[in-house]
């Protein structure tokens, strides 16, 4: 079994990384880390230049196993664009297109990812497996920590 992966943002730029992620004690503090681009370059059985991969721990987000349709990673509160196709009801025209915004998450009590689409004026609310969006085209436009205003 392959070690799940992780993006979050550092605690030093605020900018994405990818890797695994691992917890360090140090003194009092608990550092929260991701190991990525071969960070391991130890000097006195110690991590060198450690600031580099502390990460902001509430911006973890776990990989989904899938790719967007464009080869990007999906990941846990990444915002997508889902085009949806459905036929219309008069033959002699094509496919109409609908394009969606939703939100991946984790369902817990089904133990599976899933978009949630919530409307612009939030007048209702669908959730669907991300499992059973196929045959759509799936973008990831941003994450929901990109989105909020610090």
Known sequence: M????????????????????????EDEEILHCLAYNAMW???DGG??????YVIQPETLCEFTGLLDSF??????????????EYDSEMR??????????????????????IIRF???NNQYEEVIPLSEI???????????FDTKED
């Open 2 to 25: 392959k070690e799940p992966i992780y993006k979050a943002k550092t605690r030093k730029d605020g900018k994405w990384y990818e890797g695994n992620y691992f917890r360090l004690h």
């Open 41 to 43: 370059n130890c000097t």
């Open 47 to 52: 991590i060198s230049e450690i600031d580099d």
């Open 71 to 84: 080869g990007n990673r999906v990941y846990l509160n990444d915002v997508l664009s889902v085009r949806f």
């Open 92 to 113: 002699d025209y094509p496919p109409d297109y609908v394009y969606e915004s939703g939100i991946v998450g984790f369902d817990d009590s089904e133990m599976r990812y």
């Open 118 to 120: 919530v409307s612009d």
């Open 134 to 144: 196929t045959d759509c085209e799936i973008c990831v436009i941003e994450n929901i």
